[in-house]
């Protein structure tokens, strides 16, 4: 009996030149703001290197845009690498940002706890170090769905990522040491924790039919950035149950007690539209203020994509004066703009 398979529409030329052809768009779109080297498939900051200023690197696969290249700019990253679409860079690349944004302050390499993320930022920082570079590295390692992935030992980074990219690019424009600006980068991770939840899958460029099957009636709870399996499907049910699936594991890990403020970020897989993002961050609030906690900064949209997956992950990070201020300060990049 044959089988028929789905081919999911894109808009492409060649599903080899993707990323390079997204990459020039983006130079096109944000002229002034961001450089980008097509060779080594890099966003650069368009005044790197700030002398005298800690330069902060991340990068990871394609396909989770506007992460990180939509987060270069004044206040947040000075340089981005793009792998190929859910495939790590390579640590030429990631050498090369690091020497193009060094200002003479170190540089700070910001990594998702992703096998080939993690080995190859610290072959990169190696390099860099012979170049006479100071690196330090910290990975961010915040969901809490499960504890090891296809692709991770111990925890995924996810949401706090774009957190601690903010947060941590305040405080280098502040003029923090490279100490001080991965101690603050640290203490986000720590604070901060997702979960994630696919009501689709995603196809990739390169094979045009969905990387997983999910019934139409089910969703994949704890789901990963790639795809990557959850802790179980389940039958779809409420937002407002959903949301308190998800929210219990993330309040109960992070031990956030009454009385407590945190930044909460709802965020779009790719391809789940506002409306219903605003009506999750909504059933987010609600449930918080039933359990003695406040919300009192926020984050809503497409920032962390899976493709054009059909999901959100939500993310909490418990908040002090510090870390208010930093979230607070202003920020000029493609995806975050604000005070600026």
């Known amino acids: 009996m044959s089988t028929h398979t789905a081919v999911v529409k894109k808009f492409i030329n060649d599903p080899e030149t993707v990323v390079p052809e997204a990459l020039a768009g983006i130079a096109t779109a944000h002229a002034g703001l961001v450089r980008v080297d097509l ?3 890099l966003v650069i900051r368009a005044d790197a290197p700030v002398s005298g200023k800690v330069g902060l690197v991340s990068g990871g696969g394609s396909g989770h845009e506007p ?14 690498c793009a792998g190929a679409v859910f495939t ?3 640590p030429d690349q990631m050498a090369e940002a690091t020497k193009a944004v060094n200002g003479g302050a170190g540089v700070l390499h910001i990594v998702k706890n992703y096998t080939g993320d993690v080995l190859n930022f610290k072959l990169a920082a190696e390099l860099a170090e012979d170049d006479g ?56 991770n720590d604070k901060g924790r997702s979960f994630g939840v696919a009501l689709t899958s995603c ?15 089910e969703i994949e709870v704890g789901v ?22 998800m929210l219990e594991p993330i309040v109960s890990d992070l031990g956030v007690s009454k009385g407590a403020s945190v930044l909460a970020f709802v965020n779009g897989l790719g391809g789940t539209p506002l409306i219903e993002l605003y009506l999750l961050f909504n059933a987010v609030t609600k449930n918080l203020d039933a359990r003695g906690i406040s919300v ?26 510090e870390l208010t201020g930093l979230w607070d300060a202003p920020v000029k990049t493609a995806a975050l703009r604000w005070g600026a």
């Open 67 to 80: 992460m990180h290249g939509g987060f270069v700019g004044s206040g947040m990253l000075d340089a981005a």
């Open 88 to 90: 790590s860079p390579v």
């Open 224 to 245: 990963g950035i790639h795809g990557e399996p959850g802790r179980r499907r389940e039958k779809m049910k409420s937002a407002d149950d959903i949301v308190e699936e």
């Open 133 to 188: 570079i100071e690196v330090q590295s910290v990975v961010l390692d915040d969901d809490v769905a499960v504890q090891d992935s296809l692709y991770t030992a111990g925890r995924r980074g996810t949401g706090a990522t774009v957190l601690a990219e903010k947060i941590a690019g305040a405080k280098a424009e502040a003029g923090g040491s490279l100490s001080d600006v991965a101690g603050i980068c640290r203490k986000v």
């Open 296 to 321: 009192t900064r926020s984050l809503v949209g497409n920032y962390i994509t899976s493709l054009e997956m059909a999901g959100c992950s939500i993310t909490l990070l418990q908040l002090d004066d």
């Open 39 to 41: 060779a080594n498939q």
């Open 203 to 217: 196809a990739t460029p390169s094979s045009g039919t969905p990387i997983f099957d999910l019934p139409a009636d």
